[in-house]
Nanobody, 115 residues
Framework: QVRLVESGGGLVQAGGSLRLSCTAS????????MGWYRQAPWKERELVAA???????NYADSVTGRFTISRDYAQNTLYLQMNSLKPEDTAMYYC?????????WGPGTQVTISS
């Protein structure tokens, strides 16, 4: 059974930084494509950053140059370094395995950016 737990969210001022973490069990970061999604109130969940099955990274246009996805194989942990944060980055952030069905989701971690 896949289990994902996100952490690292919080309240920061615009321009600040946060580092999100996602610990996983039941899957291997070496074998699975992993990614970060976010969902703001009254909006659809959107893909923010991801590793594909070949290890290449992809980012949403809105976060390119500000966010960096990384992973620690030994700890089976996925990270999202978020810099130069903007109020529009405010959302619940989730990690997931992109090539697992049904797609697993953790409880998420709330990121709130004040202007």
């Amino acid at each position: 059974q896949v289990r994902l737990v996100e952490s690292g969210g919080g309240l920061v001022q615009a321009g600040g930084s946060l580092r999100l973490s996602c610990t996983a069990s039941g899957i291997s970061f070496r074998l699975n494509a992993m990614g970060w999604y976010r969902q703001a109130p009254w909006k659809e969940r959107e893909l923010v950053a991801a590793f594909d099955s070949h290890g290449a990274t992809n980012y949403a246009d809105s976060v390119t140059g500000r966010f960096t996805i990384s992973r620690d194989y030994a700890q089976n942990t996925l990270y999202l370094q978020m810099n130069s944060l903007k109020p529009e980055d405010t959302a619940m952030y989730y990690c997931t395995a992109l090539d697992v069905r049904p797609r697993p989701w953790g409880p998420g971690t709330q990121v709130t950016i004040s202007s």
